[in-house]
């Protein structure tokens, strides 16, 4: 009995866990941001990046608040729409009933303006019912862009910020071939650039948030796109890591 007890709970943890890690945790990625500020602080006070460090512990926190309030539905909108479409309805059902039919057959001439008639009316009605049922995800979903947009002009500052962090150009002012522009040392540019790809890889996950319990078609692909951005800065940023390191060895 003991030992059946123990598997259940062994079991029911396994399955706690499983279901804890499907999601991305707002309040951990906001830590992260938090944990990196205070590195970058303490490296590279009152720097640019700091700066833009700073905004993105904002921007997360924004972000924890917009995709609890994405992934709650919107009553009102609910109430509004619910009500206008069963108006639409009851008003075509009391169309169709008040409709007298005529005992005499109609000719196909006749009857063609008729069938168009209805035609259109029924398509104006499906375009009325299916606008009225896709408002609240169309309102999230402008909700939703406006921050990934966001998001994806922070992505454009980071890599403003490694742009002039160029490992050949200090490699050549070491050996004293070009005069010194950056008053920073080779560890120093280490760190700088991998700040740089930590913080990119952040606006990644943040950008997630948005669509983790928001299943848009079109919020989905505003995030890959986030996503694809963030990854081809990083890949810049390790190349110049991989250049900066071959230097080290040559030298």
């Given at each position: 009995?003991?030992i059946?007890?123990?598997?259940?709970?062994i079991?029911?943890?396994?399955?706690k866990?499983?279901?804890?890690?499907q999601?991305l945790?707002?309040?951990k990625?906001?830590?992260?941001?938090i944990?990196?500020?205070?590195?970058?602080?303490e490296r590279?006070?009152?720097?640019?990046?700091?700066?833009v460090?700073?905004?993105l512990?904002?921007?997360?926190?924004?972000a924890?608040?917009?995709?609890?309030?994405i992934?709650?539905?919107?009553?009102s909108?609910?109430?509004v729409?619910?009500?206008?479409?069963?108006?639409i309805?009851?008003?075509?059902?009391s169309?169709?009933?008040?409709?007298?039919?005529?005992?005499k057959?109609?000719?196909?001439i006749?009857?063609?303006?008729?069938l168009e008639?209805?035609?259109?009316?029924?398509?104006?009605?499906?375009?009325?019912?299916?606008?009225?049922a896709?408002?609240?995800?169309?309102?999230?979903?402008?909700?939703?862009?406006?921050?990934?947009?966001?998001?994806?002009?922070?992505?454009?500052?980071?890599?403003m910020?490694q742009?002039?962090?160029?490992?050949?150009?200090l490699?050549?002012?070491?050996?004293?071939?070009?005069?010194?522009?950056?008053?920073?040392?080779?560890?120093l540019?280490?760190?700088?650039?991998?700040?740089?790809?930590?913080?990119l890889?952040i606006?990644g996950?943040i950008?997630?948030?948005?669509?983790q319990?928001?299943n848009?078609?079109v919020a989905?692909?505003?995030?890959?796109?986030?996503?694809?951005?963030?990854?081809?800065?990083?890949?810049?940023i390790?190349?110049?890591?991989?250049?900066?390191q071959?230097?080290?060895?040559?030298?």
């Open positions: 009995m003991a059946q007890n123990t598997g259940q709970v079991i029911f943890t396994m399955e866990e499983h279901i804890y890690y999601q945790d707002a309040t990625i906001t830590e992260t941001v944990t990196l500020s205070q590195r970058i602080d590279f006070p009152d720097s640019g990046l700091h700066k460090c700073e905004q512990v904002s921007i997360s926190q924004r924890q608040m917009q995709a609890q309030w992934d709650k539905p919107i009553l909108l609910r109430i729409a619910g009500v206008l479409i069963t108006l309805l009851a008003a075509l059902i169309t169709l009933s008040a409709v007298n039919p005529t005992p057959t109609m000719t196909v006749q009857f063609i303006p008729v008639s209805a035609i259109n009316d029924i398509v104006l009605i499906a375009i009325a019912i299916f606008f009225l896709t408002l609240e995800r169309r309102f999230k979903r402008h909700r939703a862009l406006r921050a990934i947009h966001e998001l994806r002009a922070i992505a454009h500052i980071i890599d910020h742009l002039n962090k160029d490992p050949v150009r490699h050549w002012e070491s050996k004293g071939i070009l005069e010194p522009k950056h008053s920073i040392t080779p560890v540019m280490t760190r700088y650039l991998d700040y740089c790809s930590e913080l890889s606006v996950k950008a997630v948030l948005y669509v319990s928001f848009d078609p989905l692909s505003a995030v890959n796109e986030v996503e694809q951005l963030t990854t081809g800065l990083s890949r810049k390790w190349q110049k890591l991989m250049i900066f071959t230097n080290n060895t040559s030298h």
